[in-house]
């Protein structure tokens, strides 16, 4: 479905992939923030924010008829280096289980603030869904 890409002579990269190649129909989801269905932020701890954000990542995604293992690219952007380092744990807990693998092309880019005042991270993701995994579902 996907291949996550490692130029020879690379060390594999730790939670992420250098690049990813796919073929399909592409999924394009916004920068999700760590509020919920009703546009509440349910918590002002970066991590349960970070959570939050890749379970609307999925949530998105299905609409889409997507699973998470077609995401191929993710771009943070975290208000704090510091609090999302802190918050690593927690984090790589809740992506194994709501995301599962680390094959997807990913950046993290600090910037000054959200639009969002209460928000603490948003996520931007990209997917390919295979075409014979829509054909399926039709």
Same mark, same amino acid.
């Given at each position: 479905m996907k291949k996550a890409l490692l130029p020879?002579? +690379?060390v594999k990269p730790r939670g992420y992939a250098n690049g990813v190649a796919a073929v399909g129909t592409q999924i394009y989801i916004a920068?999700?923030?760590? +509020?919920? #269905?009703?546009?509440r932020f349910t918590s002002r701890e970066f991590g349960a924010q970070a959570v939050q954000a890749?379970?609307?990542i999925v949530a998105v995604l299905e609409a889409a008829g997507g699973k998470p293992e077609h995401l191929v690219r993710m771009t943070w952007y975290v208000t704090d280096k510091k609090e999302y380092l802190a918050s690593l744990k927690e984090i790589g807990a809740a992506f194994r289980e709501l995301i599962g693998d680390y094959d997807i092309a990913m950046s993290a880019i600090q910037v000054v603030a959200l639009m #969002?005042?209460?928000?603490?991270? #948003?996520?931007?993701?990209?997917a390919v869904i295979p075409d014979d995994a829509r054909l399926s579902k039709q």
């Open positions: 020879a002579g +690379w920068g999700q923030i760590g +509020w919920d #269905e009703n546009a890749l379970r609307n #969002e005042d209460e928000a603490k991270v #948003e996520i931007e993701a990209t």
